[in-house]
């Protein structure tokens, strides 16, 4: 009896460990996961919250994150965004960021990489000893071919004062680009 109760105890322990992800990870066949938030993943205007994604897939992809909270926010924006890593430690941003007004009608989004925005910094070409041309810093908004980052991050930056909700939930897909 004492053998049954010990083998329970631990099957309870790796289901509630199981149950309390901090982050997502892709396996080879996956598409599609989902992140349930826990105590900590409070979204605030002082707080910068970020949820890592392994997807290591071998190929170029498309990637869609929706993104679900409760409705105890004051209306202040949150800023949310994706990044992308080749090592989980440098971040790249991807795409556009999302001001997200955290009110009881907006408790849901969606971002993705669908669309990206590249800046280029001001340069100067030097024609000859004498001449210079200078060139601004230019925008460009181009449609992307996809992604081979290892590494994703959704990341969660506050904007104002008061905002104080809850994720609740991450729900990551993964498309493979034809």
Known sequence: ???????????????????????????????????????????????????????????FYHVNVQVEADSLGDGTDITARLRGSWDNSTWYDIGSSVAWAVT??????????????????????????????????????KSVEGLMYPYLQVYFLGGGAGADMKLKKLTVRIVPVK
């Open 1 to 59: 009896m004492k053998k049954l109760i010990s083998i329970l105890s631990i099957l309870i322990m790796f289901a509630s460990i199981a149950g309390a992800q901090t982050a997502i990870d892709f396996r080879v066949n996956d598409t599609d996961k989902i992140y349930t938030g826990v105590a900590g993943d409070t979204l605030n205007s002082s707080y910068t919250l970020t949820k890592n994604i392994f997807v290591g897939k071998n190929y």
């Open 104 to 141: 009881t009608a907006d408790t849901t989004f969606s971002i993705n990489d669908l669309t990206i925005t590249e800046t280029y910094s001001a340069f100067n070409v030097i024609t000859d000893t004498t001449n210079t041309l200078a060139y601004p810093a230019r925008t460009i908004t």
